[in-house]
């Protein structure tokens, strides 16, 4: 009954942008915050940035400054922009309904399926 559809992953240049999208429905968009996380094979999954209802942000310290959190209450959507992208972001990121209000904690209610995102020459 929940979904979480995400879109917006592929391969892309070293330097290049990516946008990636999380469409969830009306009444999971308005109570949880959103975050993306980011796994690669061998590696935890580890967040990458997440956004509260009331747009409290938080990132990782490996892409403050090149990727951008936000979300459209219209839409019921969350997007991840992702700029200047490099080799090592190479991985399946997910979306997540998180259960926690505060961006100092994380208590995952839902995953998305993951979305590659492959940066390479």
């Known amino acids: 009954q929940v979904e979480l559809v995400e879109s917006g992953g592929g391969l892309v240049q070293p330097g290049g942008s990516l946008r990636l999208s999380c469409a969830t429905s009306?009444?999971?968009?308005?109570?949880?915050?959103m975050d993306w996380f980011r796994q690669t094979p061998g590696k935890q999954r580890e967040l990458v940035a997440k956004?509260?209802?009331?747009?409290?942000?938080r990132y990782a310290d490996f892409v403050k400054g090149r990727f951008t959190i936000s979300r459209d209450n219209t839409k019921n959507s969350v997007y991840l922009q992702m700029d200047r992208l490099k080799p090592e972001d190479t991985a399946v990121y997910y979306c997540?309904?998180?259960?926690?209000?505060?961006?100092?904690?994380?208590?995952?209610?839902?995953w998305g399926q993951g979305t590659q995102v492959t940066v390479s020459s």
């Open positions: 997540a309904a998180d259960r926690s209000l505060y961006v100092q904690s994380t208590n995952i209610a839902f």
């Open positions: 009306r009444s999971i968009f308005s109570r949880y915050t």
């Open positions: 956004i509260t209802t009331d747009y409290k942000l």
